[in-house]
């Protein structure tokens, strides 16, 4: 595939995006293997032919909206893991909050992939499995972190790090700019990210000493139950 010049850069990643939303219609209506790359292009207004300046053919294009998804939104959550000068549990906020904006910004495109993955080729199915896998790896660790740092509940980490993807992909389902409003897809993220997490984070100080934070959560819960007790009593 030619390479775009500097100037052309503009108008090649128009024509790209272009046909990325052309893809993500067609391939959600007619599935990858029913639809032809002849209607990608008369969706843009190319040639068959102009259409191999910007992707060598439909398994590309479906490489790049798994890319655009899954690859790095692996990536991304990786190096949050890495990012140990900060807070976990801020981390962790941000990268529910990055995965809600990312899925808000292009919900048709999110569902196809989830309702599509059985039908990709056999090398992008692979990277969006391993993909997923990072993906739930760095969820793991992030909530594991936050948990040392006395900034979590005592939670089942892998419990918690699929019912937080559950939330996010499930906006590919119910999200649209008409259900909220004026929020923008960050402020919709944030709201998401804060609705998903409030089940999650202890309202101790995150950073404390993990059994100091353990001790003082159970001595709220006893001092609790002896409120219960003496008003039985």
Known sequence: MPKPTIRASGRYDLILEQLLDAAETLFARQGVAGTSLQELAEAVGLTRTGVYHYVKGKDELLEHLVRGFTLETAER??????????????????????????????????????TSEDS??????????????????????????????????????????????????????????????????QQVADAMASIALDGVFSERASGADSMHAALALLEEDVSRLRQFVDAAD
């Open 77 to 114: 959550l990786t190096e949050l893991t890495e990012e140990a000068e900060r807070p976990a549990a801020e981390r962790l906020r941000e990268a529910v909050s990055s995965m809600a904006k990312r899925i808000a910004e292009h919900p048709r495109r999110f569902r196809l992939l989830l």
């Open 120 to 185: 990709f080729p056999e090398l992008i199915a692979k990277q969006h499995r391993a993909a997923r896998r990072a993906t739930l790896d760095a969820m793991v660790s992030l909530i594991d972190q936050a948990k040392s740092e006395g900034g979590v509940r005592p939670i089942d980490t892998r419990l918690t790090a699929f019912s937080l993807l559950g939330v996010t992909n499930w906006m590919a389902f119910w999200y649209r700019p008409e259900q909220v409003g004026d929020l923008t897809p």
